[in-house]
């Protein structure tokens, strides 16, 4: 899902190419992205654009007379641009079209679950609706980050991600804040000691501003056409059994429903293996606790020294390890 740092850059392209323009056709090309029925599109029509502005993860346009065009890519919702003398490409992943004298924004979704949305409001108050309310980490103070962060007990890892607290991060950005704040995406935000709520609130910031700045340049004049959660050099998100960057061991990985947590056990648990819900249940006794219990069953499975290795075998293969078979 594009995040802050994504939707910032996808704003700012969006700011060149649409402000100040008159707003052509709107083409729905699937029924089930517009989700509000007053407005309508057409009534958008004609208008010019006077302004794009992000609400937590969505883009809004806002055109005359205030109206609004509220756009929610989540996963895998992208924007591209079309110039006047270039063609827009349609296919099935196809969702919209928005045109202007200036070229034409498309907004695609690949995938057969259609989640992306379009919303139109007319006036602030309906807009308003669309705020979860979650500050804006690039501009609070540390005292405004630690008081949202404490208001409710949750973990890092949801308290990060809550749109009611916290303003456009995500699944990707939270992994790379907390690996780099050197903390656990369990622990929770109530259990934080005055050096710890230093070290996240600092983390926020300096992820999100680098990943910003190298966006912007990777970027350059052009429109963002690479919007992805998972880029190579992301310290942890994505880079599941890949040795951690700051100290060379194994990142790890728990998955629950469609969410996950990628993280190094070394740098951020004290070396303690974080137990999946449903995994470390059903393997029981033979959870491994820690990196060096790990490398203990592995090295007993690679050697076949291991007693009961049918049950070894099966801990491997549900972390995800390939060892070969005798």
Known sequence: MPELPDLVVYMEALEQRLVGRQLGSITIANPFLLRTVDPTPDELEGRRVLGIFRLGKRLVLEV???????????????????????????????LATFASDGGTLSLTEAGTKKRASLHLARGRQALAAHDRGGIEVLTCTHDAFAQALTRERHTLKRSLTDPRILSGIGNAYSDEILHRARLSPFKLSTALDGEEMRRLHEATVQVLEEW??????????????????FRPEM??????????????????????ASNEANYC??????????????????????????????ESKLEEARSGRATGLEGVNKIIRMLGFILPMA
């Open 265 to 294: 056990a070394r740098c951020q648990t004290g070396g303690r293996l974080l137990a999946d819900r449903a995994l470390s249940r059903l393997l029981k006794k033979d959870w491994p606790r820690d990196l060096d219990e790990l």
């Open 64 to 94: 005359e007379d205030e109206l609004y065009a509220v756009l929610h890519l989540m996963i895998a919702g992208r924007l591209h641009w079309s110039e006047p003398d270039h063609k827009v490409r349609r296919g099935r992943h196809l």
């Open 212 to 229: 910003l700045d190298r966006l912007r340049r990777d970027t350059g004049d052009g429109f963002p056409e690479k919007v992805t959660a």
């Open 235 to 256: 310290a942890v998100h994505g880079r599941y059994r890949q040795p951690c960057p700051v100290c060379q061991a194994p990142v790890q990985r728990i998955v629950w």
